[in-house]
């Protein structure tokens, strides 16, 4: 008599099944390492563009100094502009890099000799973005060095590789109208 069985022995089963899991985990560390690289580049543009948007600020008040002098500590400059009052020819500026782990740091804009009260302008990052350090430099009377690193607010929370710290390292000229 002839016995016809049909099915799968389990040696087959398990064979399927370790070949299952196999691929099984290794889609799902493409998964991980994919979600991981969205992450990462996610945190490093918006980074890119707070410091953009940072440094643009600068720029623009900048663009109507007529000549910068250093002033003794290097997170600091003054410069001078046109008046918009027409008894004044000029104006003073001090530009001032604050960094403060708390609030995130900012570059305050004040008129000089005025140190009481709020400052003409405040730059800042975004809240999930805090200035480490820098300076101010001034490279020659119509030249700024301007260097600031930041990094992400809360950095405790993230891994030490998807913590990154970027760094503004530029020269500004400026643009005068004689």
Request: zero cysteines; a negative charge.
């Amino acid at each position: 008599m002839q016995q016809n069985e049909k099915g799968m022995t389990l040696i087959e089963v398990l064979a399927a099944l370790l070949i299952f899991s196999m691929v099984t985990t290794l889609l799902y560390s493409f998964l991980v390492m994919g979600i991981s690289i969205y992450k990462r580049v996610t945190v490093e543009s918006q980074m890119r563009s707070q410091g953009d948007t940072l440094y643009s600020q600068i720029i623009s008040e900048l663009k109507d100094a007529i000549y910068v002098q250093q002033s003794q500590p290097d997170s600091e400059i003054r410069y001078a502009k046109k008046s918009a009052d027409p008894k004044a020819y000029i104006e003073l500026y001090v530009m001032k890099l604050i960094p403060d782990a708390v609030s995130g740091g900012r570059i305050e804009v004040r008129r000089a000799g005025a140190s009481a009260g709020p400052p003409d302008q405040v730059f800042q990052l975004g809240s999930k973005f805090t200035i480490d350090g820098g300076s101010l430099t001034e490279v020659s009377h119509d030249l700024v060095q301007v260097r600031l690193t930041y990094i992400r607010s809360h950095s405790e929370a993230l891994k030490v590789l998807d913590n990154p710290r970027l760094e503004i390292d530029s020269q500004i000229p400026l643009f005068r109208s004689d």
